[in-house]
């Protein structure tokens, strides 16, 4: 599960790059990981991003791992992606 975590995060920050995005500077969670969450979420966890939040913070796989309430405002926020 960790190799397809990090190769979906790496596919996600590719596809980022290549349409020119720009995260806000003041974020600590880049769009990147916001979106790797939600995939993890959707397939791992049937959508239940606390329990991906959960992990990912466990496992220590992002620098900064956002509050549930913070998570779901930026991936409604990256949603015209």
């Known amino acids: 599960m960790l190799s397809r975590l990090i ?3 790496c596919i996600i920050d590719d596809a980022l790059q290549a349409m020119g995005y ?3 500077p003041q974020a600590k ?19 239940k ?15 900064h791992v956002p509050s549930p309430s913070r998570f779901n405002r930026r991936l409604h926020a990256l949603y015209p992606l």
């Open 29 to 47: 969670t880049p769009a990147s990981a916001i979106l790797t969450l939600a995939l993890l979420a959707a397939l791992e966890f049937g959508g």
């Open 49 to 63: 991003h606390n329990k991906a939040l959960a992990l990912a913070k466990d496992l220590g796989l992002f620098t």
């Open 7 to 9: 190769a979906a995060f």
């Open 22 to 24: 720009k995260d806000d």
